[in-house]
């Protein structure tokens, strides 16, 4: 099944359970056309409230924490997902939704938050809003993060565990899956546990559709196994990843696990004959000192040629030296040449909800 058949079914055309035992729905967040309704019965609440709540296990929280829901409460699946799993646990849930960077930080301090729960890119508005504000994390309480819902490179994840002093988790799934919480990744940080009895994954080649062995990247192909409103076989995610191992993982758990996701298909760049992934550009920018938590990646079309520009913001934009730097790293990487522009750190405009790292231009006139 592909995202193609799913959008085709709108608005339930392959639910599967009666109408009238439909409780909610979520919406996935796609950018265009039609949306994909993923309907919920009574079981499929309860499915998902367990193994959110084994998310939070898996990451060491439990009934004594404080849980910040920042996610928004609404189509998108976040918001609730980390609600019902941490109203599992019967820890104290901060029900603050998405935005309002100034109270965030404000009950962070005041009400003792020890689990932060975010979009990826989320952390780091709030750390910049922290900077100006001139908030100590070190007087928090704060010591999780879960994370997920975007690509995020382990350099981002190392910035963000210093700066906050927090341990972070990787939390996977998606609307069309049932909702966050199809797995995450544990203390031992060994690959992402995906719950098996409730999910069955594949690694294929997107190309071909054949299987590929563990240890080969892929696509991430979905079957559920408990989901009864919408229920899912060998579903396409666009997600690349590859089955790291299926031994017992030093934290005790048998649930195999998946290397953490390093784009979409959908987010592959392909220009001048190179194909790459945002988030290893990412990874070569959160390297440099003096680099900030910020970048965006455009791409125009100048006189027929692709043309690359990668905005970063920086401590000094003015550091001539830093900028022949990274124009350097680029080269390397890619084999041609990309533009280099430095902004000062929040000079680079955050919208709501995920984050754009790639604007490609090469359509508009
Ligand atoms: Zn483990």
């Not at 919480?181 to 080649?205: F, S």
């Not at 192909?221 to 666009?238: A, H, K, N, Q």
């Not at 006189?303 to 920086?314: F, I, K, L, P, S």
């Amino acid at each position: 099944m592909t995202k193609e058949d799913l959008r085709e079914a709108y608005p339930f055309g392959l639910a599967c359970a009666p109408r009238h035992e439909f409780v909610r729905f979520q919406m996935s967040s796609g950018t265009t056309g039609t949306p994909i309704l993923n309907p919920y019965t009574e079981s499929d609440v309860r499915q998902w409230t367990e193994i959110m709540a084994r998310c939070y296990a898996a990451a060491g929280v439990g009934r004594r924490d404080v849980v910040q829901i920042t996610p928004s409460f609404g189509l998108f699946n976040g918001g609730f997902g980390f609600h019902y799993g941490a109203s599992n646990l019967g820890a104290f849930i901060v029900p603050i939704g998405a935005g309002r960077t100034h109270l965030q930080l404000q009950f962070i301090r005041d009400l003792g938050t020890t689990c932060l729960t975010a979009i990826a890119s989320y952390p780091l508005r709030l750390m910049e809003v922290a900077r100006g504000e001139g908030f100590d994390w070190k007087a928090t309480s704060l010591r999780v993060g879960i994370f997920g819902a975007e690509v995020w490179s382990d350099e981002m994840r190392d910035r963000i565990e210093s700066e906050m002093r927090i341990r972070t988790y990787d939390i996977i799934g998606m609307t069309e899956t049932g909702g966050v919480g199809m797995g995450i990744d544990c203390t031992a940080r060994a690959g992402i546990h995906v719950w098996e009895d409730h999910y069955l994954v594949e690694i294929i080649d997107p190309e071909t559709g054949r299987v590929l062995p563990d240890g080969q990247a892929g696509e991430l192909v979905v079957t559920t196994l408990s989901r009864e409103g919408f229920p899912l076989i060998r579903f396409r995610t666009r997600d690349i990843t590859s089955i790291v191992s299926r031994d017992r993982c030093s934290c005790g758990r048998t649930h195999l696990r998946i290397a953490r996701i390093t784009g979409r298909n959908d987010d592959m760049v392909k220009i001048k004959g190179v194909n790459f992934y945002p988030r290893q550009v990412e990874s070569l920018l959160m390297k440099e000192p003096g680099v900030g938590n910020d970048y965006l990646i455009e791409i125009r079309r100048v006189q027929g040629a692709d043309h690359m520009m990668v905005t970063v913001e920086v401590q000094d934009p003015a550091d001539a030296g830093l900028s022949r730097n990274l124009q350097r790293i680029l080269r390397d990487f890619l084999g041609f040449g990309a533009e280099v522009a430095l902004v000062p750190l929040g000079g680079i405009e955050k919208a709501p909800g995920k984050a754009v790292r790639v604007l490609d231009r090469r359509n508009e006139s």
